[in-house]
């Protein structure tokens, strides 16, 4: 298949509304959508991916109304982050409207729902009658995309259009937000962070990392992992026990007698969480036979980024 890559919306349209597949750019990572509504079309990412039908996807929307109509029960703490987190990088879990076919949930009866923070894709979702279904569009288990060159290397081939939105601004995944049990819980670390949702609705639990939750398989340890072996702690240690044949991702410090990629030479966590897909790629190309990694700080933005590095550096 030929895969035209460009940032006019009209092919975009028209593709989707045929059911079929596009790539489409967020703050976030670019991602592999199809009509939310439309079964046969959702099995489509299914399948390109590669990706367990275990896995749900995440419903992306244009506006706060439109949540109504596919959801239930939405909570006030929901009606809440919506308002003030709205578009941007946070995915809210509720109880799905029997609209949302079985297929893009896994089944469960809930489904994350999210409004994007990009102006080309918030106009193509504002021209469509229907919400987008989309995963990251990588193959499963693989590093997300962050550019449309990051996509055409993956996926090229395999879907007709990618809609180009430059780079993403936020770089890491959306935060999700369980918003249909009692107490609203954090299911992903992501791109806005546990501090800036505390501040807006009080305390959270944090569950992020449990690899037995059926609910959450994403949250599964191996995940947005390069090809070759990804080690993560202090860069020294790691490098007095592992030789020479290494490639550094390091946090803010520099390694000059060896191939580094810093994230953030002034320690900034949102560049660093901009750069950490497109270095972990950059390094995972290169001729190197492991990748050795490195924290950032436990806090913020910082979460999210050691998160995925702990799911790289997972067996
Ligand atoms: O930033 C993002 O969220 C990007 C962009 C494209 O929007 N999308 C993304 O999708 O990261 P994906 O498919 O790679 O991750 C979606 C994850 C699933 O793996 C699952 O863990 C969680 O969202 N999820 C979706 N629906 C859920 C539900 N009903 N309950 C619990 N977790 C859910
Ligand atoms: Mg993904």
Redesign the pocket.
């Known amino acids: 298949m030929d895969t035209r890559i460009s940032s006019q919306l009209e092919e975009a349209l028209v593709l989707l509304k045929a059911g079929k597949l596009v790539a489409i750019p967020?703050e976030?990572?670019?991602?592999l959508a199809a009509n939310a509504l439309n079964a046969d079309a959702v099995i489509r990412i299914f399948e390109t991916k590669n990706r367990p039908h275990f896995?749900?996807?995440?419903v992306?929307v244009a506006s706060h109304e439109q949540v109504a109509d596919l959801a239930i029960d939405i909570s006030e703490a929901a009606h809440v982050l919506m308002r003030a987190l709205w578009p941007g990088?946070l995915?809210i879990?509720l109880r799905k409207h029997e609209c949302i076919p079985h297929i893009v949930?896994s089944g469960?009866d809930?489904?994350?729902v999210?409004m994007?923070d990009h102006p080309l894709t918030l106009e193509l979702l504002r021209s469509l009658d229907f919400p987008l279904a989309?995963?990251?569009a990588n193959p499963f288990g693989y590093i997300?995309p962050t550019s449309a060159l990051h996509v055409a290397e993956q996926l090229g081939d395999h879907i007709p259009y990618i809609l180009d939105g430059g780079e993403c601004s936020v770089g890491v995944?959306?935060t999700?937000i369980?918003c249909s049990c009692e107490t609203p819980t954090i299911?992903?670390l992501?791109?806005t962070s546990v501090e800036t949702i505390e501040e807006i609705i009080g305390p959270v639990l944090v569950n992020a990392i449990s690899t037995s939750s059926p609910?959450?398989?994403?949250?599964l340890h191996s995940h947005y992992a390069p090809r070759k072996p990804l080690l993560v702690g202090n860069i020294h240690e790691l490098l007095h026990e592992h030789g020479n044949n290494v490639s550094i991702l390091s946090f803010k410090d520099g390694y000059h007698n060896f191939r580094n990629i810093r994230l953030s030479e002034t320690g900034d966590m949102h560049e660093a969480a901009r750069n950490l897909f497109a270095a972990m790629r950059k390094l995972d190309a290169d001729h190197h036979e492991l990748i050795l990694a490195e924290f950032a700080p436990d806090f913020g933005l910082g979460r999210a980024i050691n998160d995925r590095l702990k799911r790289a550096a997972a067996k």
């Open positions: 967020t976030t990572v670019y991602g896995d749900p996807l995440i992306h990088p995915t879990v949930t469960l809930t489904m994350g999210r994007p989309a995963p990251s997300s995944e959306s999700i369980d299911l992903r992501g791109g609910q959450a398989p994403g949250m």
